[in-house]
């Protein structure tokens, strides 16, 4: 069964930190493309950023530049989205999600690109 499986996040104080795991299974993650995406109650789902299969590079949108880091292990099968200085603003249910090959970034962060979905973790930023 194909699946990606997340666990991470909760509740988090502004300027902290916290990690999102994102775990395939009944495939391998070394040919696909990791994006992960974000949506915050009573808006769209919005992608913030990508990492390639081919040479692990990553891309993130403006708004978490700087604070955000994706990372893979694919000896784990397992990709990570590491988030610093967390702002209000970041509180959202996060998703990862996987395509084949790489996508140019214009359309890496659009959710009609990807194939397979995790599951949804919460990130909460407030004191």
């Known amino acids: 069964q194909v699946q990606l499986v997340q666990s991470g996040g909760g509740l988090v104080q502004p300027g902290g930190s916290t990690r999102l795991s994102c775990a395939a299974s009944g495939f391998t993650l070394d040919y696909y493309a990791i994006g992960w995406f974000r949506q915050a109650p009573g808006k769209e789902r919005e992608g913030v950023s990508c990492?390639?299969?081919?040479?692990?590079?990553?891309d993130y949108v403006d708004s978490v530049k700087g604070r955000f880091t994706m990372s893979r292990d694919n000896a784990k099968n397992t990709i990570y989205l590491q988030m610093n200085s967390l702002k209000p603003e970041d509180t959202a249910v996060y998703y990862c999600?996987?395509?084949?090959?790489?996508?140019?970034?214009?359309?890496?962060?659009?959710?009609?690109?990807?194939?397979?979905w995790g599951q949804g973790t919460q990130v909460t930023v407030s004191s």
């Open positions: 990492i390639r299969s081919s040479d692990g590079k990553s």
């Open positions: 999600a996987a395509t084949l090959g790489d996508p140019p970034f214009t359309i890496a962060t659009v959710a009609a690109t990807y194939d397979y």
